[in-house]
């Protein structure tokens, strides 16, 4: 089976630079991927690293160390838009495992 | 527009009157996959397809069944809801090869089942 582990919330000032945890355990691992969701809404790609590729969008870059189960995602010049929740997933065969999400809260 | 489209988006309903949540990708993706979302839970992956006619378990597959006879569709029936299936659930589609491709998802479908 899967498992993640991220923290629950994160606050921030806008303009900072957040970083958000995620550590792993799987049987089988190609990649840690990185989503994005407002209230409840869809949840949208923010990033992938992984065996066969890294992609990236915008503000958002990860990172990944497979040797110790663990990635971040950066969020770099916050802005109020960014207050969301954060999911990393990771993909196990065809499967993808989400984690519980974190709460980024952007203050003023 | 390349869109996943869930439907309905919400929905009210009894113990055991089955119920079909439909979702339908206009981008020609052979990968589909449902997840419902719990408070506190994650998103956890109900059922995927590779393609067509061929679909398998996710994590949470207990009480519902799915259906790939076509490639833009993929179904999932609620036999027998039970209260325990209130959730929000959400359809996604990635496209061909590698798993860098992002999930488009859906905007969600809210269930209760009373």
């Known amino acids: 089976g899967q498992s993640l582990e991220q923290p629950s919330e994160v606050t921030a000032v806008e303009g900072a630079i957040v970083q958000i945890n995620c550590t792993y355990q799987t049987s089988g691992f190609y990649g840690l991927s990185w989503y994005q969701q407002h209230d409840g809404g869809a949840p949208t790609f923010l990033s992938y690293?992984?065996?066969?590729g890294l992609e990236e969008t915008g503000r958002f870059s990860s990172f990944l160390s497979r040797s110790d189960s663990y990635g971040y995602l950066l969020l770099q010049e916050l802005q109020m838009k960014d207050s969301a929740s954060y999911f990393c997933?990771?993909?196990?065969?065809?499967?993808?495992?989400f984690g519980a999400g974190t709460t980024v809260t952007v203050r003023a | 527009e390349a869109q996943v489209t869930q439907n309905p988006r919400y929905l009210i309903t009894v113990t055991g009157k089955k119920l079909t949540v439909t979702c339908s990708q206009n981008?020609?993706?052979?990968?589909m996959s449902w997840y419902r979302q719990d408070p506190g839970l994650g998103l956890r992956q109900i059922y995927y397809s590779m393609n067509v006619e061929v679909t398998d378990k996710g994590d949470v597959p207990e009480g519902y069944k799915v259906s790939r006879k076509e490639k833009r569709n993929f179904p999932l029936i609620l036999e027998s809801p039970s209260p325990n299936q209130t959730s929000l659930y959400f359809c996604?589609?990635?496209?061909?090869?590698?798993?860098?491709?992002?999930?488009?998802f859906g905007d969600g479908t809210r269930l209760s089942i009373l």
């Open positions: 996604a589609s990635r496209g061909p090869g590698q798993r860098n491709q992002p999930q488009h």
């Open positions: 997933a990771v993909w196990g065969d065809y499967k993808l495992s």
């Open positions: 981008m020609n993706h052979e990968y």
């Open positions: 690293n992984g065996l066969d």
